[in-house]
Nanobody, 126 residues
Framework: QVQLVESGGGLVQAGDSLRLSCAASGGTFSRYGMGWFRQAPGKEREFVAAISWSGGTPYYADSVKGRFTISRDNAKNTVNLEMNSLKPVDTAVYYC???????????????????WGQGTQVTVSS
């Protein structure tokens, strides 16, 4: 059983940056594809970014491409999401996800996720 704990959320202004982190435990981290999803009030949960278990080229939602960067640190069992040029539409609860042997593009599908964190709130004011 893999446990995922997100941190780093908060209240920022439009144009600011924020870095989310997700600490994983309970499994061999290097075997897991990792992803980030988000859910805004009144909206469905949506894919944000993912990185394969082997690293390599990440995969991003069009809405965040060029602004967000996902990275993993296998030595620390963490995955990070660097968010730049934040917009009010980025306001949501952000969830970390994991799937054994997950690849970046496959991790973009909700059904591919095996484990979810509890989420961290990101609020971007205009």
């Amino acid at each position: 059983q893999v446990q995922l704990v997100e941190s780093g959320g908060g209240l920022v202004q439009a144009g600011d940056s924020l870095r989310l982190s997700c600490a994983a435990s309970g499994g061999t981290f290097s075997r897991y594809g990792m992803g980030w999803f988000r859910q805004a009030p009144g909206k469905e949960r949506e894919f944000v970014a993912a990185i394969s278990w082997s690293g390599g080229t990440p995969y991003y939602a069009d809405s965040v491409k060029g602004r967000f960067t996902i990275s993993r640190d296998n030595a620390k069992n963490t995955v990070n999401l660097e968010m730049n040029s934040l917009k009010p539409v980025d306001t949501a609860v952000y969830y970390c996800t994991a799937a054994l042997w997950g690849t970046a593009q496959a991790m973009s599908r909700m059904a591919s996720q095996k484990y979810w964190g509890q989420g961290t709130q990101v609020t971007v004011s205009s």
